[in-house]
């Protein structure tokens, strides 16, 4: 989230205000982050939110991240509590870390309406990244984004949003009017027309990647349907990674069929420092994900490294964070029957049989 708190730090903020029932102005969020972990010095450079994590984000092959903002000028914005907006001239936030792919269809693309969304999918154009799961109309919105890994091969990422994840009915993409990727269920007449859809495209030697925003923001319970979807998704529709997303923590991993289920990334970045509420799932505590697939697309390694929010930077948690984490994490990995274990002080390995 690079909107509303964090977009008041950068270069070009937008207008802070706010339409939320008690806050008001987009900088109430940045004093509670400096309240609780002192002052920022603003503005802020564009590599600053990576923190020290920026070239090693940088050294992977395809840099996918679920962008849950809209780069817009818009003041028309939906009236649903809280909107996240990034101002289009801080998209170098996003191009400093060499971003590959933003996957849109979440519940704040079209925070300021179908023009916010417009001009998130230009500004994103403009500067080469590409985006899936939202678009100008349905046949846009599903339409893979394509990254070519060198002489490796492409990876194609398929982006779907959910009802459950807080996306109104109304922000679905059809033959005339913008919107996002929206799942009409978890039926086998989805999973068919995902297969469709993926048969499309889909080469030898390509890598699929199913990016989907579904459930609450809070809770480690993982629903039976979207376990039998990622598995439908893996066993008909020839996907390789399950990229799962919207709980604001981090959620068990699973390895089916030797291919990878995250079935929440968690938060790498939020503007959540100084809310109350929620504490115990330490949402300001994250990773970052790096997958390794071979040619059949099944998998080699899953790697973690942990981070920290911290005065809207990414950084380094202490090592009782990091206790913590390996332990709240492989909790919840276990009833996939996988664990992860340390292959270095920053570094978690995911284990499976």
């Given at each position: 989230?690079?909107?509303?708190?964090?977009?008041?730090?950068?270069?070009?903020?937008?207008?802070?205000?706010?339409?939320?029932?008690?806050?008001?102005?987009?900088?109430?969020?940045?004093?509670?982050?400096?309240?609780?972990?002192?002052?920022?010095?603003?503005?802020?450079?564009?590599?600053?939110?990576?923190?020290?994590?920026?070239?090693?984000?940088?050294?992977?092959?395809?840099?996918?991240?679920?962008?849950?903002?809209?780069?817009?000028?818009?003041?028309?914005?939906?009236?649903?509590?809280?909107?996240?907006?990034?101002?289009?001239?801080?998209?170098?936030?996003?191009?400093?870390?060499?971003?590959?792919?933003?996957?849109?269809?979440?519940?704040?693309?079209?925070?300021?309406?179908?023009?916010?969304?417009?001009e998130t999918l230009e500004t994103l154009?403009?500067?080469?990244?590409?985006?899936?799961?939202?678009?100008?109309?349905?046949?846009?919105?599903?339409?893979?984004?394509?990254?070519?890994?060198?002489?490796?091969?492409?990876?194609?990422?398929?982006?779907?949003?959910?009802?459950?994840?807080?996306?109104?009915?109304?922000?679905?993409?059809?033959?005339?009017?913008?919107?996002?990727?929206?799942?009409?269920?978890?039926?086998?007449?989805?999973?068919?027309?995902?297969?469709?859809?993926?048969?499309?495209?889909?080469?030898?030697?390509?890598?699929?990647?199913?990016?989907?925003?579904?459930?609450?923001?809070?809770?480690?319970?993982?629903?039976?349907?979207?376990?039998?979807?990622?598995?439908?998704?893996?066993?008909?529709?020839?996907?390789?990674?399950?990229?799962?997303?919207?709980?604001?923590?981090?959620?068990?991993?699973?390895?089916?069929?030797?291919?990878?289920?995250?079935?929440?990334?968690?938060?790498?970045?939020?503007?959540?420092?100084?809310?109350?509420?929620?504490?115990?799932?330490?949402?300001?505590?994250?990773?970052?994900?790096?997958?390794?697939?071979?040619?059949?697309?099944?998998?080699?390694?899953?790697?973690?490294?942990?981070?920290?929010?911290?005065?809207?930077?990414?950084t380094r948690p202490n090592k009782k964070?990091?206790?913590?984490?390996?332990?709240?994490?492989?909790?919840?990995?276990?009833?996939?029957?996988?664990?992860?274990?340390?292959?270095?002080?920053?570094?978690?390995?995911?284990?499976?049989?």
């Amino acid at each position: 989230m690079t909107g509303r708190g964090v977009d008041q730090i950068l270069p070009h903020p937008s207008h802070p205000m706010l339409y939320e029932s008690y806050v008001k102005d987009a900088r109430h969020y940045v004093e509670l982050a400096e309240k609780v972990n002192g002052p920022i010095d603003r503005p802020v450079t564009y590599n600053y939110l990576w923190g020290d994590k920026l070239q090693q984000i940088r050294e992977a092959d395809a840099r996918i991240i679920n962008l849950e903002t809209s780069i817009t000028y818009s003041e028309h914005f939906a009236d649903k509590g809280i909107n996240y907006r990034m101002h289009p001239e801080n998209i170098p936030c996003l191009t400093v870390a060499h971003i590959d792919c933003c996957v849109l269809a979440n519940n704040h693309i079209m925070d300021w309406g179908q023009e916010g969304l417009l001009e998130t999918l230009e500004t994103l154009e403009e500067v080469g990244i590409a985006c899936c799961g939202a678009g100008r109309d349905r046949k846009e919105a599903e339409t893979p984004a394509v990254v070519q890994v060198g002489k490796k091969g492409r990876v194609l990422v398929f982006s779907f949003g959910t009802t459950s994840s807080g996306i109104s009915h109304g922000w679905k993409a059809t033959e005339n009017r913008p919107g996002v990727n929206l799942l009409n269920d978890f039926s086998m007449e989805t999973i068919k027309r995902i297969s469709r859809l993926i048969t499309k495209y889909k080469q030898p030697g390509d890598v699929a990647i199913a990016s989907i925003h579904w459930g609450g923001n809070w809770g480690y319970d993982i629903p039976k349907a979207h376990r039998q979807f990622a598995h439908d998704l893996i066993d008909f529709a020839r996907v390789d990674i399950v990229h799962g997303h919207s709980s604001h923590h981090f959620l068990g991993i699973e390895v089916y069929q030797r291919k990878a289920i995250i079935y929440g990334c968690g938060d790498l970045l939020n503007d959540y420092e100084g809310i109350a509420g929620h504490e115990s799932y330490k949402a300001h505590l994250g990773f970052l994900y790096f997958v390794k697939v071979d040619a059949l697309g099944q998998l080699v390694s899953l790697q973690m490294v942990p981070t920290e929010v911290k005065k809207f930077q990414i950084t380094r948690p202490n090592k009782k964070n990091r206790a913590r984490m390996q332990k709240v994490l492989s909790r919840e990995c276990k009833q996939f029957g996988t664990t992860v274990e340390w292959a270095d002080k920053d570094t978690l390995n995911l284990e499976w049989t």
